[in-house]
């Protein structure tokens, strides 16, 4: 065993190289898994990712033959102290025309909060066809201790969306911004009651 | 051989012991929707091939076992391998398979069908209840399991064991007969997943995400289910009770539940008595807190702290609410700020300071709640 | 072939290292071999002991033993030791031990890197251990996310303990990464002249598989892991959906890797199976080749049928077909398996030691685990089946009554080539009838129960669940206690007293280039390379 032959122990390193490149090759695709799921989710429709922004929704032929009803929901994780809501529950729109629609949020703190809206769409085929000019899910929101706000979205449905689909549901979840004051609880809970006891 | 005579024992059991024991359910139920006749019809059918598969593979193994054995003076034969046979249990299962795949593609294909709904209902999992969201009607509610008695070692041996044990909820999820009702599920904190197996309807909830499913169904009753994903350390005590009512029923239940609603909004802006405070306080710790904190306030050791006596709760009362409406940072105390209304905040906070010996003898109303709020 | 023999019978003393350097230091297949098998039997009566523990408490309605947080950090210590701490390094102790003795090689490849592939997984058990540890003593909770942990419960909302399991879980996939290197690098290059791939016996083609399989998806594992701890401790929010993430994502990433994993612990057992049927059939194995074709067309199916572990998480029905129709495929090349493993045995020559008697019941137990398979892959039934017992009695089929059976079998079937002794056959059978009757009373209600609607990893059920969990656990109780049999006859067979000695071929229908090799086998396996025909 001492007396290996040199031709093997290159074998050996050539092998092992090849295998360590395969190892760290995965390890970077592991991460690479996470770009590749956006694109999956986008032509799949998984989850109900809406896309980025789009410049004009004004290009579309509106399809009169067509109506759609779009459900709003408003949803708040467990660390967001606002009140948030849409000010209609749903519309009846044609495929190509544009609709604005109005969310109410209020901050119930005496704090300022930076939120940040995640939007979703069910079912998910439909997410990609529902297209927004305008919405607060774009940005972060900064709402001061007790704000009240009005926020719109603009946004118009695709007519090339499947002749199947007759509803759809766009919802949003608003979080307390990650890292920010407020997102962890411990920060939160001493800061409320800071602002209680003054 | 006589593990393969053993497990034909027990497929044997598994066929007549519905009679031996009629109570206990041995198989899946058809249910009261197309989707779980879809899934127990297709679940019926791939178990029976396996079955006959399974009697041919194992029937075959058993004669060899008895027949081909050296004990027996069986000489072994030298073949050890046969094209036409290998291609053909090659392309046999594949035909199978196909005979599965058939029927499993329709049903699937009609669960997803969600359009032409005629009501839909946002449902929430949340760490360790349901809300239920009827949207349009205004009327919202979260759905606690009613045995709180059964979330620890110290009282579990308290609850009544029936039917009904761990499956039974303070508000029911109500819709109405041959409507189709469409759910949406999302989630407050982790991942759930919303599971009544008589409807043949399992989703996740997300955070930041929905899912959508339906039901409909031509048969009135009450459905029970559980929350079937791991979500923390009371998974197991997250019941689901759908009633499925008639139409007229339905609207009479719906009307009802926006009258209470009125009806809290209306308490929240009176001036409570002590005992008007203490008691309906007592009916939300039950619900809400008992399950950690127990119901003698006495909490667990290492696990839950105890009430009884604790800084927080004699010491400032703006620290107190702070705590019950915010939460703890790193801990199971959640925030109750959006989950309950200022009445019942203001009734636990009441009953928390006044019980078990307690006696701080303050009195809080709603008002100091939307105050502090 | 006899003058090699001597040939080491002569060197094989002048080597041997002696005391506890031997063990911590040793470069030796055989000495880590024999580690990863002992370090595997301990973790199973600790993953064994947390499994009686669920048990206990499940054997009647409501709680009687412990708290529910408790049992979720039993259901996830126990599905992390088994899977990683037993079944893990049992197989790569058989493959230390048998690969170089079955290829006609001297060593491992890579000897050095193998004694510290070993000693990584006592530290990363001990972390994962001492978790649990503190969490007995007050000081914090062990993980209680289950052995998936799923985000954001294992992330934002998982106790602190968590950064340790995830340098626990780094430290098992360097071991195994490391494991899977030399492996690859023994078969291809120590082979003895004239062993061509296609000569070599089944369990080394399944390792090398295996092998590949391990360096494809461990990375993968320790990439979520990393993942978990940017985001719990660094502002990333890869599984956050409030930074943009998305927790489902953690499921694909998980799943990618975990449905290779479930290979990874079934492919051994395949091969151990496939070297014991022909034994004591005294025949060759039916369709050799079909047999390799098989294994490599179900490792590959093991990379594109993933999210059949999360059909209720809301798919695009397009893609629920897709992982439907190509999960269902893997029955066909499992089918070809089972098929050869019978055509092997029909008109053979029999004969029932305690090896043969733990690889048939593996083929029907592990069949029963395939069909329930092939249930949950339909997805609209899956809706059903998903996440209750009936799930736990399936994987429980494939991992226990199959994969810890082949372990078993392969532990009886070469342990007098590995001590000279033959173990005592009587205590041998009783071990397995006793083990046979009460896996399956432990683990055949469990259908039952879960198509009856009870959820997995619940501490407390109604009562309509009762009967057959009370089964369960009488059973769970049985088979646990049953293993010291298996203990004490492996201790015996060691020691060596009022024992028969091994024959070099130990086995009269044994056939390959370890049975060559004298018993006990001398601690360098092949010093000059042995010829195959």
Redesign the interface.
């Known amino acids: 065993m001492s007396e290996k032959p040199n031709n093997e122990k290159a074998d050996n390193s050539r092998i092992i190289t090849r295998l360590v490149f395969l190892v760290v090759g995965m390890f970077g695709f592991g991460f690479a898994l996470v770009p590749l799921y956006d694109v999956f989710c986008d032509v799949t429709g998984l989850n109900g990712k809406t896309g980025e922004q789009v410049k004009s929704v004004e290009t579309f032929r509106i399809d009169e033959q067509r109506s759609i009803k779009v459900e709003f929901l408003a949803n708040l994780n467990e660390d967001m102290p606002w009140e948030f809501k849409p000010l209609q529950n749903s519309v009846t729109i044609h495929p190509g025309q544009p609709v604005k629609i109005d969310y109410l949020v209020r901050n119930m703190t005496a704090k300022d909060i930076i939120g940040q809206a995640i939007p979703s769409v069910s079912p998910g085929l439909a997410a990609k066809y529902l297209q927004k000019t305008e919405c607060f899910c774009f940005t972060e929101q900064v709402l001061k201790a007790g704000e009240e706000k009005i926020m719109p979205v603009i946004f118009v449905v695709d007519p090339s969306l499947s002749a199947d689909i007759h509803e759809m549901t766009l919802s949003y979840t608003f979080f307390v911004k990650p890292g920010t004051e407020g997102a962890d609880r411990g920060v939160k809970v001493s800061s409320v009651s800071k602002a209680l006891a003054n | 051989m006589r593990a393969a005579i053993r497990v034909a024992g027990f497929i044997s059991m598994m066929l007549s012991s519905s009679l031996a024991l009629a109570e206990y359910k041995l198989d899946l139920e058809p249910g009261v929707t197309t989707f779980s006749q879809g899934a127990y019809e297709i679940h019926t059918m791939v178990m029976w091939i396996c079955v006959a598969i399974g009697v041919v593979v194992f029937g075959a193994m058993t004669y060899a076992i008895i027949k081909h054995r050296k004990s027996k003076g069986h000489e072994a034969a030298s073949f050890h391998d046969n094209t036409t046979l290998e291609i053909v249990w090659t392309i046999v299962p594949f035909i199978i398979l196909g005979f599965m795949a058939v029927p499993a593609t329709k049903v699937l294909l009609n669960m997803e069908d969600t359009s032409n709904s005629d009501m839909s209902v946002k449902i929430t999992g949340y760490q360790w209840k349901w809300h239920y969201d009827y949207l349009g009607e205004d009327v919202s509610f979260f759905s606690n399991i009613t045995t709180p008695d059964s979330l620890s070692l110290a009282t579990s041996a308290n609850v009544k064991q029936d039917e009904t044990t761990l499956l039974d909820v303070d508000n029911r999820m109500v819709i109405p007969v041959n409507k189709k009702v469409r759910l949406l599920f999302t989630s407050n904190d982790v991942i759930h997943a919303w599971w009544v197996n008589d409807f043949g309807v399992k989703k996740d909830t997300i955070p930041g995400y929905i899912n959508e499913s339906w039901i409909k169904t031509d048969k009135p009753g009450v459905y029970r289910g559980q929350c079937a994903e791991l979500c923390g350390t009371n998974h197991g005590f997250m019941p689901i009770v759908v009633e499925v009512k008639s139409e007229e029923d339905y609207l009479d239940w719906l009307a009802g539940k926006k009258a209470a609603a009125a009806e809290a909004a209306a308490s929240a802006e009176k001036t409570w008595t002590k005992d008007e405070l203490m008691a309906q306080g007592e009916k939300v710790y039950a619900t809400n807190c008992g399950a950690c904190h127990q119901a003698s306030g006495q909490g667990i050791p290492n696990v839950f702290p105890g009430l009884v006596g604790s800084p927080i709760i004699m010491g400032d009362v703006a620290k107190h609410i702070d705590v019950i409406v915010n939460g703890v940072s790193g801990t199971a105390m959640q925030a109750f700020g959006g989950q309950l209304n200022d009445a019942d905040i203001a009734a636990v906070v009441t009953y928390e300071r006044n019980a078990w010996g307690n006696d701080t003898g303050d009195v809080i109303q709603p008002s100091d709640i939307k105050a502090a709020r | 072939m006899s003058a090699v023999i001597e040939e080491h019978h002569e060197e094989h003393h002048d080597h041997k290292p002696t005391g506890i350097g031997r063990w911590l230091f040793s470069t030796n297949h055989k000495d880590i071999g024999t580690m990863y098998l002992c370090f595997s039997f301990l973790m199973l009566f600790i993953g064994g002991a947390m499994a009686l523990v669920i048990r206990a408490e499940l054997f009647q ?9 408790f049992f ?1 950090q039993m259901t996830t210590l126990h599905g992390l030791i088994m899977v990683f701490g037993v079944i893990m390094p049992a197989f790569v102790g058989l493959a230390n031990w048998m690969v170089p003795m079955m290829i006609g090689a ?2 491992m ?2 000897p050095r890197m193998n004694n510290w592939s070993f000693w990584l997984l006592p530290g990363a058990f001990g972390i994962l251990i001492a978790s649990l540890v503190m969490s007995i003593m ?1 000081m914090g909770s062990a993980p ?3 052995w998936t942990f ?1 985000a ?2 294992s992330t934002k ?1 998982g106790p602190a303990s968590t950064d340790f399991f995830i340098f626990s879980v780094h430290m098992m996939g360097i071991s195994s ?1 490391m494991g ?2 030399n492996i ?2 023994t078969i ?3 082979r003895a002249p004239g062993m061509t791939y296609m000569k070599m016996p089944i369990f080394v083609w399944t390792w090398f598989i295996t092998a590949y399989l391990l ?10 892991v ?2 978990m701890l940017t985001d719990r401790n660094f ?1 990333t ?2 599984f ?5 993430g ?4 953690f499921q ?2 998980f799943w ?1 890797f975990g449905h290779p994993e479930v290979y990874i612990m079934i492919l051994p057992a395949f091969g151990v199976i496939s070297q014991i049927i022909p034994t004591f ?10 047999m390799v074709y098989a294994t490599s067309s179900i490792a590959f199916l093991s990379f594109i049928v993933w999210a059949h572990h999360m059909f ?10 897709f992982f ?2 190509a999960t ?2 893997i ?2 090349p499992t ?2 398996k ?2 050869n493993w ?11 030691e305690t090896p043969m008697l733990f690889a ?2 593996f ?3 592990f ?2 685990g395939g ?1 329930t398979g ?2 949950l892959a ?4 899956d ?2 089946y ?3 017992y009936f799930v736990v009695a399936h994987f429980h089929y494939v991992l226990v009554n199959g994969a810890l059976y082949s372990i078993f079998a392969a532990v009886y079937f070469w342990l007098p080539k590995w001590t000279g002794n033959m173990y005592d056959e009587k205590l041998g059978k009783l071990h397995f ?1 006793v083990s ?2 009460s896996v ?1 009373l432990l683990f ?1 209600p469990m259908h ?1 129960v879960g ?3 009870m ?1 997995r ?8 669940f009762a ?2 969990n009370q089964w369960a656990t009488v059973g769970a109780f049985i088979f646990g206690f049953s293993q010291l049999i298996l203990l004490y006859n492996i201790v015996k067979t060691v020691r060596g007293r009022r024992t028969v000695k091994a024959t070099d071929q130990v086995w009269e229908g044994a056939d390959g280039l370890e049975w060559t090799l004298p018993s006990p086998a001398p601690f ?1 396996s092949f ?1 000059t390379p042995p010829t195959v025909k």
């Open positions: 309605p409501g709680l009687q033993f412990v708290e529910p947080e979720n001297p060593d490849a890579l007050g209680n996310f289950g799923y954001p419960l909302y990464i899977a290197i690859i690098a291809m290059n120590l360096i494809a998806v461990m990375p993968v594992l320790a990439g979520a990393t993942m502002g929010s890869f956050d959906a409030a930074g943009g998305d927790p489902v994502m694909h990433i990618f059939a005294r025949k060759k194995i039916f369709g050799y080749s079909s209720t998480t809301g798919m695009p029905v397009t893609a629920e077909l439907m129709y269902m495929l029955a066909v089918g070809v089972v098929f019978v055509s092997t045995m029909w008109k053979g020559s029999m004969t029932f048939v019941a083929i029907i137990m069949t029963i069909f092939l249930m339909i997805a609209p039934a809706f059903q998903h996440d209750t009838w046979t009757i399956n055949f039952f198509l009856a609607g959820p990893r619940i501490p407390d059920y109604n009562m309509q009967e057959f360098h010093t």
